[in-house]
């Protein structure tokens, strides 16, 4: 492992260390988060997607455990939107549904793995790292090449990444037309 890789790591060993569950159902929520708490993982729980986008703005999970079956709109949008506001918080399904389609609907709409309840404590656990690890490596192994662009987003979701010399200026969206200002800071 190479040293700035384990800087990372926290004593639980992972580069995962606050985790959004987004779960509506009281009784899953609460055993997950004893659970992951139990393994040393920070938890907040979110009932729907509006609690959902909330916290995942506001409060900067670095991993997102997600039901489909939510009220008021599905996972499967919940998770869009998360991935359109910030790709590279890993996003595992957390699903009683067990179609060879939701899990082809999930991997389009961003989802990094998919697990169906009931489930085995262990495996979720082993899930949770592997799909970390490997969001982690996927996301940094570029990094050199574009350590000094900066990325941000329009609020349509619209994507940027360009250089330094644009910090503070305004760019025009060519999605929804709005204008953007270049973060200061990446």
Known sequence: MAPEESDLLSTTGSVA??????????????????????????????????????????RKPDFVILDLILPGESGFE????????????????????????SRALAERVGADGYLTKPFDPDVLLDKIEEIAQRVWRKTHSGQAKDEKRIRFA?????????SPTHRGKTLTCPECGEPVTVPLRA
């Open 17 to 58: 260390h606050f985790i959004l569950l987004v779960e509506d159902d009281e009784d899953t929520a609460s055993f997950l988060k004893e659970l992951l708490e139990k393994h040393k993982y920070r938890v907040a729980v979110a009932k729907d997607g509006g609690q959902a986008q909330a916290t995942f703005v506001m």
């Open 78 to 101: 919940i998770c869009q939107r998360m991935k359109q506001t910030n790709e590279i918080v890993p996003v595992l399904i957390l699903s009683q549904i067990e179609l060879r389609d």
């Open 154 to 162: 329009c609020r349509c979701g619209k994507r940027f990444r360009v």
